[in-house]
């Protein structure tokens, strides 16, 4: 009940396509939905988060999408750039001091 | 700066010796956290403190140890007891209330010889 599931686990895009990465959970305690962007040998920082009281949140070329009864929530890449080839992870977590759980991660290559 | 500094970026050790892998915030954050990435598992949870002199284990805490004396510094050990230590290690601080956000550190890549 404490995993989180994303997919792919690589994707290949060409420069000004759509990127879309999923990610699916168990517990229904879950409360904290954030995506994690990280560029080879550096930590990763966090690109964008979601509560589940919205369906939807947009920053600049970067969509999530939640389905709360699907217990699913989606990174959409809009105008995906070579510049945006990282690693991406989905996360989870409940309450405010709760640990995150980490999904196992989608490498992006994004090509000119 | 405000951040999370990791030290040393890359980290050589003999089988059977134990290592220290260090973590410093100024951001004045009361969590701190430690994950072990491996290519292909994601991060997995190693040990987390909410608070001063005191920590709990994570999903993968045998053969490594923690101590949190102050609130800015969260060494990690890895002891002889971990059997398969080389992975790249990162540390993570947030807020302890009304914040779920994490930041990292730039990481250290611990490689047994």
């Known amino acids: 009940q404490q995993q989180v599931k994303q997919s792919p686990q690589s994707l290949i895009v060409q420069k000004g396509g759509i990127s879309i990465i999923n990610c699916a959970y168990e517990n229904t305690a879950f409360d904290y939905f954030p995506w994690y962007q990280q560029f080879p040998g550096k930590g990763p920082a966090l690109l964008i988060a979601?509560?589940?009281?919205?369906s939807e949140k947009k920053e600049g070329r970067f969509t999530i999408s939640f389905n709360k009864s699907a217990k699913q929530f989606s990174l959409h890449i809009m105008d995906s750039q070579p510049g945006d080839s990282a690693t991406y992870f989905c996360?989870?977590?409940?309450?405010?001091?709760?640990?995150?759980?980490f999904g196992t991660g989608t490498r992006l290559q994004v090509f000119p | 700066d405000g951040g999370i500094t990791q030290s040393p970026k890359y980290l050589f050790r003999k089988e059977g010796q134990n290592v220290t892998l260090s973590c410093e915030q100024n951001?004045?954050?009361?969590?701190m956290y430690w994950y072990r990435q491996d290519p292909g598992q994601g991060l997995r949870l190693i040990y987390y403190?909410?608070?001063?002199?005191?920590?709990q284990k994570g999903d993968i805490a045998e053969g490594y140890s923690v101590s949190r004396e102050k609130k800015e510094s969260f060494p990690l050990t890895v002891t002889s007891a971990q059997k398969n230590p080389t992975a790249f290690y990162l540390c993570?601080?947030?807020?302890?209330?009304?914040?779920?956000?994490?930041?990292f550190g730039p990481g250290t890549r611990l490689t047994v010889l």
């Open positions: 403190s909410q608070i001063v002199n005191d920590f």
């Open positions: 951001l004045n954050h009361d969590a």
């Open positions: 996360a989870a977590s409940k309450g405010n001091t709760d640990k995150l759980i």
């Open positions: 979601i509560r589940p009281d919205v």
């Open positions: 993570a601080s947030k807020l302890a209330a009304n914040n779920n956000e994490q930041f």
